[in-house]
């Protein structure tokens, strides 16, 4: 079945640093990827939608300078979280699919904590 | 826009009951898909099942089964035999067609008693 490969899997750093967290798809190219945020019993809030070779798309409230997206390849997305505050702690997830085939596959989400 | 509603925070059953999980949604489309996501403690989320909105006949895999009523815009999720490795977080969610977007719902945590 298609893989999804989400690196780091936890992440700790200091606030102002920033983090890179990558998401590949490993035996599919993905059209689309997606990337979201989670917190403790909540649901997956989506934060952007990312084409090859195009700009992301942002959700309303999502600010697009700090957490930039990039997305190089069929297989690659990028999510960097930059000059990170404690607020930005939280559980990533990023997800990736074929248009139109109504089928997606997850990453195993990467946790951060900014300290 | 798209709604997806999961009214029951929190359930829990004994081991080998089945259990059932509600999910209504709001859409003015004909064309959609649904799907339940377990995400358990490692937090991984895994497809359970998906059911495509122009089929009448609900999906159904293994234990995990659906009740799909179109006209009443509820997508139940059925688990028979429930195990302990049932134990999770379930989402609903809806997929219009030919959008990528998915819309979950808030969740159901389930716990499964030994």
């Known amino acids: 079945g298609a893989v999804v490969s989400q690196h780091p899997s936890w992440v700790i750093c200091k606030s102002g640093t920033s983090v890179k967290i990558e998401c590949r798809s490993l035996?599919?190219?993905?059209?689309?990827m997606f990337w979201y945020r989670q917190f403790p019993k909540q649901s997956l809030m989506l934060m952007a939608t990312?084409?090859?070779?195009?700009?992301?798309?942002?959700e309303q409230g999502v600010e697009k300078d700090k957490f930039l997206i990039n997305h190089a390849s069929l297989t690659l997305s990028t999510l960097t979280v930059t000059s990170a505050h404690p607020e930005d702690s939280s559980f990533y997830i990023c997800?990736?699919?074929?248009?139109?085939?109504?089928?997606?596959?997850f990453g195993s989400g990467t946790r951060l904590t900014v300290v | 826009a798209q709604t997806v509603t999961q009214s029951q925070p929190e359930m829990s059953v004994q081991e080998a009951e089945t259990v059932t999980l509600s999910c209504t949604y709001d859409?003015?489309?004909?064309?959609?898909?649904l799907f339940w996501y377990k995400q358990p403690p490692s937090r991984q989320m895994i497809l359970v099942i998906r059911?495509?909105?122009?089929?009448?006949q609900n999906a159904t895999e293994n234990r995990f089964s659906v009740n799909f009523q179109k006209a009443a815009k509820s997508f139940s999720l059925k688990i028979s035999d429930s195990q302990l490795g049932d134990t999770a977080m379930y989402f609903c969610?809806?997929?219009?067609?030919?959008?990528?977007?998915?819309?979950f719902g808030k969740g159901t945590r389930l716990h499964i008693l030994p």
């Open positions: 997800s990736a699919t074929l248009t139109g085939e109504g089928s997606y596959t």
């Open positions: 035996d599919f190219q993905a059209t689309t």
């Open positions: 990312s084409n090859e070779g195009s700009k992301a798309t942002y």
């Open positions: 859409t003015s489309e004909n064309n959609y898909y």
């Open positions: 059911q495509e909105a122009y089929k009448q």
């Open positions: 969610a809806f997929m219009k067609l030919g959008d990528d977007k998915i819309i």
